[in-house]
């Protein structure tokens, strides 16, 4: 049973670049929530799709943006990056109604320069 | 008050000992909690899930207290793989499923 895989594992931009991360559920999961974690700090929720929509957002600007595959994976598009958005990538899957037990990948660290 | 929050550590305890941590939360309507573990450059993964009774899982046992807006986890018998951050999470209530992160707490077991 295939866990939650992610792409790139590690990527290096510098600013004003723009970056697109990808992400493979679990086996049978369909929503996909994708997550930054910068050094020392918790994971910040971006935002979740379901359905290949965006159905909740946390507190980040347009600049990230993201995209659901009918096969249930995602991307996470970021824009015009800045210093600040160096961190870790999380992606986690989960099943719509269970969406409470959350499968992390391994992330992908970006750093900007 | 921070949405959740934890106290950063590290807790520095010895094989064998019992250590406990505190977590606060800020939304009251907060229905369901959660506790993960990561270890270093590693991702999350769940611990254990705390729901109104509490529940406990081998040393691990996780408290919830609706009055005082926290939740606890409780590790007796300490390891050495104990070692890493453990980090609390709240579930929003609502039909899309929302969770928050605490900042984690960094444990340290030493022979």
């Known amino acids: 049973d295939a866990g939650v895989t992610q792409s790139p594992t590690h990527l290096i931009k510098t600013r004003g670049q723009q970056v697109t991360l990808r992400c493979s559920p679990k086996?049978?999961?369909?929503?996909v929530s994708w997550y930054q974690q910068a050094l020392g700090q918790g994971p910040q929720f971006i935002f979740q799709y379901y359905e290949e929509e965006e159905r909740q957002r946390g507190n980040f600007p347009d600049r990230f943006s993201g995209h659901q595959f009918p096969n249930y994976s995602s991307e996470l598009n970021v824009n015009a990056l800045l210093l600040g958005d160096s961190a870790l990538y999380l992606c986690?899957?989960?099943?719509?109604?269970?969406?409470?037990?959350?499968?992390f990948g391994p992330g992908t660290r970006l750093l900007v320069l | 008050r921070k949405e959740v929050e934890q106290d950063p550590g590290p807790f520095n305890v010895p094989e064998g000992a019992t250590v406990a941590f505190n977590c606060t939360y800020s939304?009251?309507?907060?229905?369901?909690f959660f506790w993960y573990r990561q270890d270093c450059r590693k991702e999350p993964k769940l611990l254990m899930s705390?729901?109104?009774s509490g529940n406990e899982d081998g040393r691990f046992t996780a408290q919830l207290n609706r009055a005082s807006q926290y939740i606890s986890l409780l590790i007796r018998d300490s390891k050495l793989s104990d070692s890493a951050t453990y980090l609390c999470v709240r579930g929003d209530s609502g039909g899309y499923q929302k969770v928050t992160f605490g900042t984690g707490t960094k444990l340290q077991v030493i022979p």
């Open positions: 986690a899957s989960s099943l719509a109604d269970y969406q409470e037990t959350q499968y």
């Open positions: 086996s049978g999961h369909d929503t």
């Open positions: 705390v729901y109104s």
């Open positions: 939304n009251s309507a907060s229905q369901s």
